[in-house]
């Protein structure tokens, strides 16, 4: 099986953001895993391409999971936060990501 070719620019914005939480920072601890805010769109070939591209790591598996925004007043008004899609990345025994200063 070939590893599809996915545009490089696209790749560097899958990523949105790490998640840093007590949750986020057991589940690296026990499994290895770090947890990132994706793109609503993207797939998890192009998550595990991104990652290994970013970081230079090879990533065993990921898991994404799409949470929906939670409704909160704003006074008068009902608003709503953004869905969210989740991204669990488990990395080979092994390798680590370095997350600005520390080691996740």
Do not use: C, W
Request: positive net charge.
């Amino acid at each position: 099986m070939s590893t599809p070719q996915f545009d490089e620019g696209r790749l560097m914005q899958v990523l949105v953001m790490p998640t840093v939480s007590e949750k986020a920072t057991m589940v690296f601890e026990k499994t290895n895993t770090v947890v990132f805010k994706v793109l609503r769109d993207a797939t998890k070939p192009e998550i595990k391409a991104a990652v290994e591209l970013m970081f230079k790591v090879t990533v065993k598996g990921v898991s994404v999971v799409n949470q929906k925004g939670k409704t909160k007043r704003f006074g008068k008004t009902v608003g709503r936060r953004d869905h969210v899609r989740k991204a669990y990345v488990t990395l080979n025994p092994g390798e680590e990501i370095n997350l600005g200063g520390e080691a996740v």
